[in-house]
Each structure stands twice: as C-alpha cells, then as structure tokens.
C-alpha cells in the first residue's frame, strides 16, 4: 500500500536536500558514514538481531534433510526468506510479500548464493540421495531505512554461528543417514569462504550527491539506489542499480571503492561479534569445580589439670594455624615428661636387678633366682621356720 507510506513536505524536502549539499545529514552524519550497528545472539545457534540505526531485523537459520537437484547431485541448497510485518511500517502488507519484499529476497540470495560464500559440497550426505538445506528467515522488526544491508549483516552473523547435526551414513547397503543428537555428538559450523557484504548507497541531484546508509526519510526523496555486494578482499560479488536516475561510470567507480572500505570495516564487527559468542558459549559448557577455601575451625575453652594440680588453660583457636602449633607445643611436652618418666623406673629396676645378682651367690640357680626377681606375698614373710622335732629318751 504505497498510499500508507510517508512522504515528505516540501519544506521537508527542500530541507534534506540543502543539507546534503552542504555535506550534512538530518542525523549529524558525514556522506559516507554508517549509524550505529549493534550485533547481539540469541540462546540458540543460528539467530541473531541486527540494528543499524533504527533499522532492527531479526534472522533465522534452520536446516533439514531433502534430496538435491537432479543437476547438481553433489550439493547442498541455500535459500532466502524475508518477512514484512505492517508493525515495521505500515506500508507493508500482511501475508503475501510485496515488491520491496521480493526485491530484498533476491539482493541477498545473490549475494550469498551466486557468490558462492557458503560451501555447497560439504552439505552433501549421499550424492544424489541427501543433502542439506539451508534456511534463513529474515524478520523486518522496524524499518529505519536500508533495509538491505541490515538484512545482510544478519544473514551473515546467523550463517556464522550457525551449527548443523553431524550425519554417519550406515545400514546394510551403506545408504541409510543417521542424525547424531547434539548431546552425542557436537553439531558442525558450515563453512564459509569469505563474507559478501552488502553496501547500499542513495543519489540525490541528478547523480551528484552521493551518501551511504540511507535513512527512511532520505529514501524516500532519493532520485536512485544502487547497492554493491563486496567482500572484504575487494572482489565484487554482485551489483544492483534500483531504477532512478541515471549515474556517471565515476560515480560508479567511486561508490566501489567507498564499498571496499566499508566492507573490510564491517566484517571485523561481524567476526568480532561471533568470536565473543563462541567464547562466551563455551565457557558455559565447562564445567567448573567449587574451590576449596579453608575453613574456620572454632573450639571451646578447655581447662586441664596438671599432675602438681596447676589448672592450664587453653585459649579459643580461630584458625587451622593456631591449631597446628599448639599440637607441636603439647607433642613437644608430652615427650620431654615421657622421658623424664622414664628415668627413674630405670635406674629402680636396675638396682632391682643389683641386688638380685649378689643373693643369688657365684652359682646363680634359677630358681632362687625367680624366687628372688619375684615378689614376696606376707604369708613368705611370716612363714615359721622348720623345727626340728625332739626324740623322746626312754628311760
């Protein structure tokens, strides 16, 4: 519904295109300078949300088995579709894509597609039989102008950390696919060779005001678009002039190389955004071990006694180390007082031992010397003698 969509007055008109003569935009930018870009993923591999400016658009990768086309057995598909929802500008209708949906559609798939930027062959399962087909949705969330390029961006961050099953192939006849869980075996990043990126640049004044990144109100004023899909290497992948006006080849040449620089620019964003993903993803998946921090030991005061009746007390220990040293201290003590024990039971069993000998006499006979090394009981020790009975004398 074209009636639905903005158009300016024509003091707003006059406005915009007297600042841009005078190298200026509505937004303080310069002619070739990007808004804001804000990259961010979500909780599963292969969606991300792009913001260029007040553009959002969210992207969605998905894949699934099917059999490949009869002319190319060997590779996988890649396939591109966009959705406008009436919330993003209400120029957009619902359900069947528009024009500018189509249009958007074939900018990107020819970038991607026809530039080979993804690796086709290793999709394949079985040649002629299963390969993979790759799906991005693309989601207009709010249509700030350039839709182009941010729908690039994000097809390209989602591809990125996008991860597909890991496939065996098995069976009897060495044709049956088997799909692997994630949890079994860790799904496989699609390989991709280089990153076209799309770069969308607005003509005003018949061709001589050039300006990259166009806003919403800008595009709608604008004479002609043309957007150039570059990588960062330099290598054009594919060119789109959107009717308009006519523009000069120098022109051209100098959009391109405005677009080179802006490509190698805007991939070092791209990869800068993935690789912290990635980081950050696989960190969550080690798993860490609690640290074992020392504890604090508390006892009670205790109160001993000495042998001499000295009452010893012991302080509260706070810490492992108070605990430790004080073992030493008693072990130390307990030692010294051991020994000190030890000293005097020696030298009674050594007189013991004396005064056993020298009863005993030079002969030595064990059994007085039992006798002797064994205590006596009190019925020994009062124990009468043996007397000798009296013979009576007849007379």
């Known amino acids: 519904m074209e009636n639905l969509r903005w158009r300016p007055t024509v003091n707003e008109r006059d406005f915009i295109e007297r600042a841009l003569q005078s190298d200026l935009r509505v937004d303080g930018r310069h002619s070739f300078d990007f808004r804001k870009l804000k990259i961010t993923f979500g909780r599963e591999d292969g969606s991300s949300e792009v913001q260029l400016g007040e553009t959002h658009v969210l992207s969605y990768v998905t894949a699934q088995l099917v059999q490949p086309y009869r002319d190319r057995p060997n590779e996988g598909t890649l396939a591109i579709f966009t959705e406008f929802s009436p919330m993003a500008d209400p120029a957009f209708e619902p359900g069947r894509p528009g024009e500018s949906a189509i249009e958007l559609g074939r900018v990107i798939d020819r970038g991607l597609r026809e530039s080979r930027a993804v690796d086709m ?147 070092s964003k791209i990869r800068k955004a993935v690789d912290s993903y990635t980081t950050e993803k696989a960190l969550k998946k080690v798993k860490r071990l609690p640290v074992l921090l020392p504890q604090k030991i508390n006892v009670t005061d205790v109160t001993m006694e000495d042998k001499d009746g000295a009452e ?14 004080i073992s030493k201290d008693m072990a130390s003590t307990g030692k010294a007082s051991s020994h000190e024990d030890a000293q005097p039971m020696l030298t009674e069993s050594s007189n013991a031992e004396v005064k056993g000998t020298s009863s005993s006499g030079a002969a030595g006979e064990s059994e007085e010397a039992q006798e002797i090394g064994s205590p006596k009981s009190l019925k020994d020790a009062i124990k009468p003698k043996h007397k000798r009975k009296k013979k009576s004398v007849k007379r």
Not at 312 to 325: A, F, G, I, R, S
């Open 121 to 267: 062959e290793s999709l394949c399962v079985v040649a002629g039989k299963h390969v993979w087909s790759v799906r991005v949705d693309l989601h207009i969330l709010d249509n700030g102008g350039n839709l182009i390029d941010a729908a690039n961006i994000a097809a390209l961050a989602a591809l990125s950390t996008f991860r597909r099953p890991e496939c065996t192939v098995g069976g009897d006849d060495g044709q049956q696919v088997i799909v692997h869980d994630p949890e079994v075996r860790d799904p496989l990043p699609l390989t991709i060779h280089h990153m076209p990126i799309a770069v969308t640049f607005a003509y005003f004044g018949e061709g001589n005001i050039v300006v990259v990144d166009p806003t919403y109100k800008e595009e709608a004023i604008m004479g002609g678009r043309m957007t150039a899909t570059i990588n960062s290497n330099g290598d054009i992948c594919s060119i789109q002039k959107a009717g308009g006006e006519g523009v000069m080849s120098s022109v051209v040449m100098q959009c391109l190389r405005i677009a080179s620089v802006k490509a190698a620019d805007i991939t």
């Open 312 to 325: 010893l007390e012991m302080e509260t220990l706070k810490t492992p180390d108070d605990v430790q040293q």
